[in-house]
């Protein structure tokens, strides 16, 4: 995105900055399986890995702060991580006792599986590392954005954080603890099920980005013939 031009190119001059492009993610609206989330209750589901500074910690946290504020509000709500995560990351909950008995684990699962998770689960979660500022846009929301489902994703200031804004989605920053038991609560209260405004994702469609790629490769190559 922007975000990462900007960084790249920020050592350069500017005339080769105005040269710079990018092209984003895409996703296949045909790789999803049917399906859709289980009625009478709500689940909200993290597919992906979790490592280094990238830690669960904030969601934890939250969940054990928002059966403590509420105890009604994890009623019929399941809590779901697949993926890798660090022992270290995965045994911080042992500080969390309601949000222990609230949240599963369930290890790695394939990329068709994970697709299937997505389309039956009402919310997605994603979590990042802190950061001032991060140029960080990870795949796993362009998956998530071709599920349609609801996305909450933990992450500082950035490319992912407005990318989820523009889908509609709920974001809070992984340093501010407040922000994410807030958001965290909002859902609890709603419970969306689906992205607030879907046509923002087209840009990602894989369709779309190849279109864009021929698009570029043939600015590119009239470029060096004129």
Same mark, same amino acid.
């Given at each position: 995105?922007?975000?990462?031009?900007?960084?790249?190119?920020?050592?350069?001059?500017? @005339?080769?900055?105005? $040269? +710079?492009?990018?092209?984003?993610?895409?996703? =296949? *609206? /045909? !790789?999803?399986?049917?399906?859709?989330?289980?009625?009478?209750?709500?689940?909200?589901?993290?597919?992906?890995?979790?490592?280094?500074?990238?830690?669960? @910690?904030?969601?934890? $946290? +939250?969940?054990?702060?928002?059966?403590?504020? =509420? *105890? /009604? !509000?994890?009623?019929?709500?399941?809590?779901?991580?697949?993926?890798?995560?660090?022992?270290?990351?995965?045994?911080?909950?042992?500080?969390?006792?309601?949000?222990?008995?609230?949240?599963?684990?369930?290890?790695?699962?394939?990329?068709?599986?994970?697709?299937?998770?997505?389309?039956?689960?009402?919310?997605?979660?994603?979590?990042?590392?802190?950061?001032?500022?991060?140029?960080?846009?990870?795949?796993?929301?362009?998956?998530?954005?071709?599920?349609?489902?609801?996305?909450?994703?933990?992450?500082?200031?950035?490319?992912?954080?407005?990318?989820?804004?523009?889908?509609?989605?709920?974001?809070?920053?992984?340093?501010?603890?407040?922000?994410?038991?807030?958001?965290?609560?909002?859902?609890?209260?709603?419970?969306?099920?689906?992205?607030?405004?879907?046509?923002?994702?087209?840009?990602?469609?894989?369709?779309?980005?190849?279109?864009?790629?021929?698009?570029?490769?043939?600015?590119?190559?009239?470029?060096?013939?004129?």
């Amino acid at each position: 995105a922007g975000e990462t031009i900007d960084l790249v190119m920020k050592k350069y001059p500017k @005339e080769l900055r105005r $040269k +710079a492009r990018f092209l984003p993610h895409c996703f =296949d *609206p /045909a !790789a999803y399986p049917p399906g859709d989330p289980p009625d009478g209750e709500y689940v909200m589901r993290m597919l992906g890995g979790l490592y280094t500074l990238r830690t669960p @910690e904030p969601f934890y $946290k +939250a969940v054990e702060r928002a059966a403590a504020s =509420d *105890p /009604a !509000a994890l009623a019929g709500v399941r809590f779901e991580f697949y993926g890798y995560i660090e022992t270290r990351l995965k045994n911080l909950i042992d500080k969390y006792p309601v949000a222990k008995r609230a949240i599963s684990f369930h290890g790695n699962v394939s990329y068709a599986e994970s697709l299937r998770l997505m389309k039956t689960a009402h919310c997605l979660l994603a979590i990042n590392a802190p950061a001032r500022f991060s140029v960080f846009f990870p795949s796993k929301i362009v998956d998530y954005l071709g599920s349609g489902r609801h996305i909450f994703a933990i992450t500082p200031p950035g490319a992912c954080e407005r990318v989820t804004r523009e889908l509609g989605g709920t974001v809070a920053a992984p340093s501010d603890d407040e922000a994410v038991y807030r958001a965290l609560l909002g859902i609890l209260r709603d419970r969306p099920a689906s992205s607030a405004t879907p046509d923002c994702g087209s840009a990602y469609l894989c369709s779309n980005v190849a279109a864009e790629t021929m698009s570029l490769l043939s600015s590119v190559v009239a470029e060096k013939l004129s």
